[in-house]
């Protein structure tokens, strides 16, 4: 099992994930060889759509990968850098890193753990739930806005809202 980070990640940034490997029976793992991998699939703005780009998600690419050995407790330590590329601040690309991790102890059986964090040039997001695509006058309506990190855990902190109303188009210009 690999645990969520203990302290805040960031982009281009050393960081570091624990994992621990325990037998069915619930003692730990105590020797043995861990192989792992990270690999960064960057994940394209939902507004990017508008503008004729593509949605969803781009190509998985390989970031660090290596070997590690099993401490007498069972768990293991991982360290990489979430590299990104600084030109892409402007574009609100955030990116999904993957930690795969295969535990091999010394009689060969081998088990696989995963771990995902999705990180971003900002790290706190606000997301806004209506009820509906449109909001019309005269009609009740609530707006839930939400503040969190990018992986969904609620952050408190403040914030500024604006709510604006649109005007109907002109049908001769």
């Known amino acids: 099992?690999?645990?969520?980070?203990?302290?805040?990640?960031?982009?281009?940034?050393?960081a570091e994930l624990t994992g621990e490997a325990r037998y069915y029976f619930g003692l730990p793992v105590t020797s043995g060889?861990?192989?792992w991998q990270v690999t960064r699939q960057p994940e394209i703005p939902w507004w990017w759509r508008w503008w004729g780009m593509p949605g969803g998600a781009t190509e998985v690419q390989p970031i660090a990968s290596g070997t590690t050995a099993l401490s007498a407790?069972?768990?293991?330590?991982?360290?990489?850098?979430?590299?990104?590329?600084?030109?892409?601040?402007?574009?609100?690309l955030t990116y999904i890193y993957r930690l795969e991790?295969?535990?091999?102890?010394d009689g060969g059986e081998t088990r696989t753990g995963e771990r995902t964090?999705?990180?971003?040039?900002?790290?706190?997001?606000?997301?806004?739930?209506?009820?509906?695509?449109?909001?019309?006058?005269?009609?009740?309506?609530?707006?839930?806005?939400?503040?969190?990190?990018l992986n969904a855990t609620p952050r408190p902190g403040e914030g500024k809202w604006r709510l604006f109303a649109l005007e109907r188009a002109s049908r001769n210009g």
Do not use: M
């Open 1 to 14: 099992e690999i645990a969520a980070p203990a302290g805040e990640l960031r982009l281009n940034r050393p």
């Open 33 to 35: 060889r861990v192989a």
């Open 117 to 149: 964090v999705r990180l971003g040039w900002a790290a706190v997001e606000a997301l806004v739930e209506k009820p509906a695509d449109l909001v019309v006058e005269g009609r009740a309506a609530t707006l839930v806005i939400r503040r969190q990190d």
């Open 73 to 92: 407790d069972g768990t293991f330590r991982v360290a990489f850098t979430p590299a990104a590329d600084e030109n892409d601040k402007a574009k609100g």
């Open 101 to 105: 991790s295969d535990v091999t102890d």
